[in-house]
């Protein structure tokens, strides 16, 4: 590596502009898009580094998600299309901190430290999302990849799903699929229509509306909406044309528990909302009555799951199915999971990396955060079984057809990351094979009302958590108070947990009405403001 072109270009095109200190999360680096060149340029040399550790084509996405702009964003993407290792996000962070001045004894240090052959060859996966920030910033990255003399694959506007596809794609030389945006497509489309029910259809209308959140999932979406015009009516609307995220997507549905911008007006309509970089889904819809249902990450994975259960036990195989959810995940989604259907459930932290490790731990593992990020992996010895048992001449027919179609959901799903149209997909195949509406589906179970509430402290680290962030260790007194608070109401739940980015705490609470959740949701703000050093305005408590 030219240590002292990196230098140079690192002082004079990319000094370091901003005071805060960045650190690498869940959602790898997030801020306003105006403080993130000098970092990309970093992280581009970073991912040249991985890549040449592991031997492998690496990821780097720009992307905020969900947020709105001026907000952009960075993460890696390991060779697996899996999130970066642990280990390695504490070395991102030592990067993106650095002095300006000490750039080159930080990557002298990585380098030493991880025992990185320099002369190794390396390729880094560009993509980035809809974002006018994105178009500099991918230009910041490129300089800092090239500075190394590596190779960089600049896919332009993708979706964040499509560029752990495209990793993975590259690193198993197509053996999983064609690494290219019309491969992605294909390969969905393919799949899809053939799993789709034959049967005709008494309660399931092909009909449905989807907001595309006016990010970079409009592009693939409206691609989807061509090649499945016969299968599937796709209704796009906040197509690209809007402001990006602005009172749409996913996040913004599930939050606020209300209709996106421009949502139809039509009764009991099945509609979808995916979030700016299309890694997320939640489902909604307006009974006619004028009532907002949401149906969530919780009501997907449990729709997913119940339907692999079917499957597998007409197929006769022996397959351990597990579901993986978090704290955030509704009480009453466990108890039907657990109890009526009888699937294991695990609990882990919140982040989707934490969800996808535990999800191996099952032959089939269906994983979901609430916020509608998830997916379903499957084992590879498990892959083998199922194919097998669809073409073996000794089953029952209905075996080999209940293993077919486990294999075409194999196909359709992203087993790389959380892919909401992926997941929108699997989702209106079970739909279809159950012949199911979206009021149906919805009365699977009936979730407990819920809150979700910030408090503003003066320092986010005095609040430390365990059990997957439903216990409280520290400040003291404050999870003893929420004992207390939480066994006033039936069906009290309640946790809280620090921002990974801001001075804020998020309290959650489910209780079995509203009125009560509500006033939980306040009465642990209030303990938290309290006891944890809350700033600003004292949190409301509803009388």
Not at 80 to 96: D, F, Q, R, V, Y
Request: aromatic share 8%.
């Amino acid at each position: 590596m030219n240590y002292s072109e990196i230098h140079n270009i690192s002082v004079t095109q990319y000094p370091n502009k901003c005071s805060r200190k960045f650190e690498y999360g869940t959602a790898g680096f997030r801020t306003r898009a105006e403080y993130l060149d000098h970092l990309l340029f970093r992280m581009g040399i970073l991912a040249v580094l991985r890549s040449k550790v592991k031997g492998a084509a690496v990821g780097l996405m720009i992307t905020a998600s969900h947020n709105e702009e001026p907000d952009n964003g960075v993460k890696l993407v390991d060779p697996n299309g899996e999130m970066l290792e642990t280990k390695w996000e504490t070395i991102a962070t030592s990067l993106a901190n650095a002095p300006d001045s000490e750039i080159v004894e930080t990557l002298k240090k990585i380098v030493n430290d991880n025992n990185i052959d320099e002369n190794a060859s390396a390729v880094v996966i560009l993509g980035r999302d809809s974002r006018q920030s994105g178009v500099g910033l991918s230009r910041s990255a490129i300089i800092g990849i090239k500075a190394t003399n590596a190779i960089v694959k600049d896919f332009g506007v993708i979706t964040t799903p499509q560029l752990h596809y495209f990793v993975v794609c590259i690193n198993t030389n197509g053996a999983y699929g064609e690494a290219t945006t019309n491969g992605y497509i294909s390969k969905l489309c393919r799949a899809f229509i053939k799993a789709k029910d034959s049967n005709t259809k008494n309660f399931y209308s092909k009909k449905l509306f989807v907001d595309a959140a006016n990010g970079v999932g409009a592009i693939v979406t409206k691609a989807l909406q061509k090649e499945l015009k016969d299968f599937l009516e796709i209704n796009l609307f906040n197509d690209g044309t809007g402001t990006l995220n602005h009172q749409c997507g996913a996040d913004y549905v599930k939050i606020n528990q209300v209709a996106p911008i421009n949502s139809p007006t039509i009764s009991n309509a099945r509609c979808a909302t995916i979030d700016g970089d299309a890694d997320r889904i939640v489902y909604y819809y307006n009974d006619e009555n004028g009532k907002f249902h949401l149906l969530d990450g919780d009501k997907i994975a449990t729709l997913i799951a119940s339907y692999i259960k079917d499957l597998i036990e007409i197929s006769g195989l022996s397959i351990l199915l597990g579901l993986v959810q978090t704290a955030y995940a509704n009480g009453a989604s466990t108890n039907y999971i657990s109890g009526l259907l009888n699937i294991p459930v695990a609990c882990t932290d919140t982040g989707v990396k934490y969800l996808h490790q535990r999800a191996h731990e099952f032959d089939i593992g269906v994983y979901f955060e609430a916020n509608g990020h998830g997916t379903v992996i499957f084992k590879d010895k498990t892959v083998e079984l199922i194919q097998e048992a669809a073409t073996n001449n000794t089953c029952t027919e209905s075996q080999r057809k209940a293993a077919l179609q486990l294999c075409n959901l194999i196909n359709i799903v992203n087993q790389t990351v959380g892919d909401a149209l992926s997941d929108m997909l699997i989702v209106e195949t079970i739909l279809d094979a159950r012949d199911w509406d979206i009021v149906t589906w919805n009365r699977s179970y009936i979730d407990f009302p819920n809150r979700q509430v910030k408090v503003h402290v003066k320092d986010r680290n005095v609040i430390k958590t365990t059990d997957a962030a439903r216990r409280c260790l520290s400040p003291p007194g404050l999870q003893e108070k929420i004992d207390e608070l939480v066994s006033r109401y039936s069906k009290g739940r309640s946790f809280v947990r620090p921002s990974g980015t801001e001075d804020v705490v998020r309290v959650y609470a489910e209780a079995e009405n509203s009125a009560d959740a509500d006033k939980l949701a306040g009465e642990v703000s209030l303990a938290v403001y309290q006891l944890a050093h809350g700033v600003g305005p004292m949190p409301n408590v509803p009388l």
